[in-house]
């Protein structure tokens, strides 16, 4: 037992820690699952040498898909679960996930939740989170939304690009309603589900249905107008709106018009849309790239960045939506059946610190607000997570901003066989992961057990 003439269970000594509003050399000092210490002379009886290293929040990526919407069955699905998916966050450096969850059948939200918090319990390697995911107000009712934030769970995510959104959007609208009278965030997947599904339709129709053209199926201006959309929506409702996703300056854009009326909005960005341009798609397996929506031009990959350097994006998260390869480059396999998704956990915060910091398009405070605080904050965790400072949850990623090492799908804990980074050349990477006072991670293996991870109750959403 820890007292006062022991000092603290753990040390970590030497390191430089960088938090969202600054940097400084201190030593940390870890009782059990929490920062006890920052700074001054700290006493422990275990020691975790840091020096020349960098000390960070934990990563928190809140738009993770480790559960399937329907029970697996033949067809190929995504190959990680709470299990596989958590081991992959942790090797990381991401040590909170937040997962989206979809009512399978007639289940409704509370039901769909319950199911996967134990998922999530018995599985998970490190800390989750669930939103839950409205598909169908016919079977899912809207009175669950005030009981799931009673229960902690502070979301509500709904899709515009398919479901009942596109018979019903005034279910959707009630909805939003009732989260922003229970205090919760709202998450919008943009796209209009009718502009896509006519783009799609002529495509295939003239022929041209080949993965080269899938970024003509899913056009920025379905994005744009659903962006538009989801803006008023807000603004009718007053519900705080989170944008997930988001792909395109013309997007941004109507994001940076809401707010400038005063709309509570917040804009979530993907690594592929920061890493790879549409031009990826006419490589013979250019299917790999797939995700919702498509990758874009050169010139919204700028503004992306420019976003997330100025403060209009205010997260990057990886929509980990992971297959193997023989499921994603399938011949004959058009716009309409190709498989959305890639696997991201991993690989997200070296490719983002070695593209992002490396080349100074943002800095080291930067780094970790989009990947760790300002998650925080928005999803009712902070300062439980998000920071370092004595209180807080001692969730770290130990970071080495020298490591130089290519992607390589062979060495990623996801089970997706492939990266769509393969072969990146990447400049800082975790050396280990440490959750809630546990090293979870280091020297290349994941070392948290199965089930030793918790399924996060969740507050308010706080202001960035
Ligand atoms: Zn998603």
């Not at 956990?345 to 080349?359: I, N």
């Not at 992961?433 to 969740?458: M, N, Y």
Request: proline share 6%; aromatic share 6%; hydrophobic share 40%.
């Amino acid at each position: 037992m820890a007292n006062a003439g022991d000092g603290c269970d753990l040390a970590v000594r030497g390191g430089t820690i960088v938090i969202a509003d600054g940097e400084f050399m201190a030593d940390l000092g870890i009782t059990g699952e929490r920062i006890v210490q920052v700074g001054g002379e700290v006493r422990a009886r275990r020691e975790l040498d840091a020096r020349g290293l960098l000390v960070l929040p934990g990563g928190i990526d809140a738009h993770v898909h480790l559960t399937l919407p329907q029970p697996p069955g033949d067809e190929p699905a995504w190959c990680d679960d709470l299990h596989s998916g958590t081991r992959a966050a942790a090797a990381g450096g991401i040590t909170t996930v937040g997962n989206m969850t979809f009512p399978r059948g007639a289940e409704t939200l509370r039901e769909a939740i319950a199911r996967e918090d134990a998922d999530a319990e018995r599985d998970a390697i490190v800390d989750v989170f669930c939103h839950p995911v409205l598909t169908d107000p016919t079977t899912q009712p809207l009175t669950d939304i005030a009981a799931l934030a009673a229960d902690g769970h502070m979301t509500l995510k709904f899709f515009m690009s398919f479901g009942g959104f596109l018979t019903q959007p005034e279910a959707y609208l009630e909805g939003m309603r009732l989260a922003a009278d229970a205090g919760m965030l709202t998450l919008i997947h943009c796209e209009d589900g009718a502009m896509i599904a006519h783009a799609t339709e002529r495509l295939l129709a003239e022929g041209r249905g080949q993965i080269a053209n899938y970024p003509r199926s899913r056009p920025i201006a379905s994005e744009v107008s659903a962006t538009a959309r989801a803006v008023a929506f807000a603004e009718l409702t007053g519900a705080p709106s989170y944008v997930v996703h988001l792909s395109s300056a013309g997007a941004l854009a109507e994001v940076r018009r809401g707010r400038e009326r005063g709309a509570k909005l917040w804009v979530e960005t993907r690594p592929l849309y920061l890493h790879l341009t549409e031009e990826r798609f006419a490589e013979p397996d250019g299917a790999k790239y797939v995700g919702q929506p498509p990758l874009r031009t050169a010139a919204d990959v700028e503004a992306l960045w420019r976003g997330l350097a100025n403060g209009e994006i205010d997260t990057v998260c990886t929509d980990h939506a992971p297959w193997r390869l023989a499921d994603k480059v399938v011949p004959g396999m058009d716009v309409a059946t190709i498989r959305p998704g890639v696997a991201d956990l991993d690989t997200m915060l070296p490719m983002l610190w070695s593209e992002g910091v490396g080349t100074g398009r943002i800095s080291r405070q930067r780094f970790v607000a989009v990947i760790s605080t300002n998650a925080a904050k928005l999803f009712g965790l902070f300062p439980r997570k998000g920071t370092i400072a004595p209180g807080a949850d001692a969730d770290l990623a130990l970071w080495d901003p020298t490591l130089s090492k290519p992607v390589h799908a062979a060495d990623l804990q996801t089970n997706s066989d492939y990266s769509p980074y393969e072969g990146w050349p990447v400049t800082g990477w975790p050396v280990a992961t440490i959750s809630r006072g546990e090293v979870v991670f280091a020297d290349g293996a994941v070392t948290g057990a199965r089930g030793r991870g918790q399924v996060l109750r969740r507050g308010a959403t706080r202001a960035l």
